[in-house]
């Protein structure tokens, strides 16, 4: 199964505004920068996400976009099932589709169960339980950020935080 762009962007924008320290906001350009998208596809991803709740995004000067609790603890699973929904797997999903096939088909069946067995092996997958530093740090110091301390680390004489 191939997940749609809009949903593979989704996915990158959560895990990026993820390993974003605690209280840390990002702008849309930054987000862009980070998961390698165009600026406009991450705007309509960023919408579409903070609709959901799942992310947070504020106007302005000290505005920016973070991940909510809500967006942490979201199953892949659910995401998908909520972003792919209406995505076509055959062309008799879709609305103009036209299968001399179609009737009595069994095949749309069988898909739309592969599907659903997809999104399952996906339901206990967390957001959070995504994010790897040694994944994201890299990406966090290139838009000039610096990655979270690990729990428990004593960073004695470490720069603070670029912001």
């Known amino acids: 199964m191939r997940l749609t762009a809009f949903s ?39 919408g579409r996400l903070s609709g959901l709740g799942l992310l947070a995004s504020s106007r302005g000067r000290t505005g920016g976009v973070s991940i909510t609790p809500a967006g942490l603890d979201a199953t892949v699973g659910s995401l998908l099932r909520e972003l ?40 206990d997958v967390r957001v959070r339980d995504l994010v790897s530093e040694r994944q994201l740090g890299p990406v966090l110091v290139s838009i000039g950020l610096r990655p979270p301390e690990p729990p428990g680390s004593t960073a004695v004489g470490a720069p603070p935080p670029i912001t």
Do not use: N, Q, W
Request: hydrophobic share 45%; proline share 4%; glycine share 8%.
């Open 84 to 123: 792919e929904a209406g995505s076509a797997m055959v062309e008799c999903e879709s609305a103009g589709g036209d299968c001399p096939l179609d009737r009595g088909c069994r095949l749309r069946r069988a898909l739309a169960d592969a599907r659903e067995a997809f999104y399952a092996a996906l339901d």
């Open 8 to 46: 593979d962007i989704a996915l990158r924008v959560l895990l990026l505004t993820a390993a974003v320290p605690e209280g840390e906001k990002l702008t849309t350009r930054a987000i862009a920068e980070g998961v390698g998208a165009p600026y406009h596809h991450v705007t309509k991803t960023v």
